[in-house]
């Protein structure tokens, strides 16, 4: 970010309005608070690229590690994950609660088989090089009107390959262990939370992350989510592991 954007941030509105409302949805609910903590966000250049961050985070979470990314494998297997799919909205209608975590868990399983028999065929190579160039492309419009003038197309296209391969990598191993992964992105303006979230500025703000809850922080920006890894396979030894806090920057 040493140089400007390709396009100015206070013009990324009225010039670029898919840019511009993806961005928002990184921020508030409410489209007024949203335009005018955007607008904040990106008039101050020390908050632009955990703002990018987010945006790129929150795109391979919502596209890369979702089971959609795999259809269009097959029309066969397409079949079969739509059906699954189908199965675990059913299910969430349930309530009976241990009848819903046995009838789920067997779901999760058979999808694993699916991506598992995805994962080691032979035409998975092609599909995986189509689906990372499409979701790169994607987000290379995207993000395009903030990337920095001068920046070369090329390099820039090359990162976002590289970042959304990685997550198609982690996206196989997530849907094939038969495991769960939950990641929530708390709400702007929330009370900062020692337990749960990792302030990137609080050191600026604060000597210590409790100090921080004295001060009662509130959250500015999440940059990542919380993620809790489910593991219920085990009927009798239901697990569940915090495995990442959420990454935010704080204000007072």
Known sequence: MHRP??????????????????????????PEHASNHLAYLLSTKAFVPYLLQRTCVDYLLKKLLSPQVFLGFSEQMDGHLKALQDQLANIADTQNRPAHNRNRQRVIEDH????KAIASSREVAEFRRRTVERHANIMGVLLEPCRAQGAAPEAAHKSLRI?????????????????TLHYVFPECANKYAAGTMEALNGHHMASSPEDLVHAQCRVSLVVTPTMTLRDDRDVARMQCYAIHKAQVLVMK
């Open 5 to 30: 954007p390709n396009v100015p941030f206070s013009k990324l509105k009225d010039q670029e309005s898919y840019t511009w409302h993806y961005l928002m949805q990184q921020v508030y609910k409410d």
């Open 112 to 115: 694993a088989k699916l991506i």
């Open 163 to 179: 970042m959304v391969a990685a997550c198609w990598d982690i996206s196989i191993k997530v849907w094939s262990s038969g495991k």
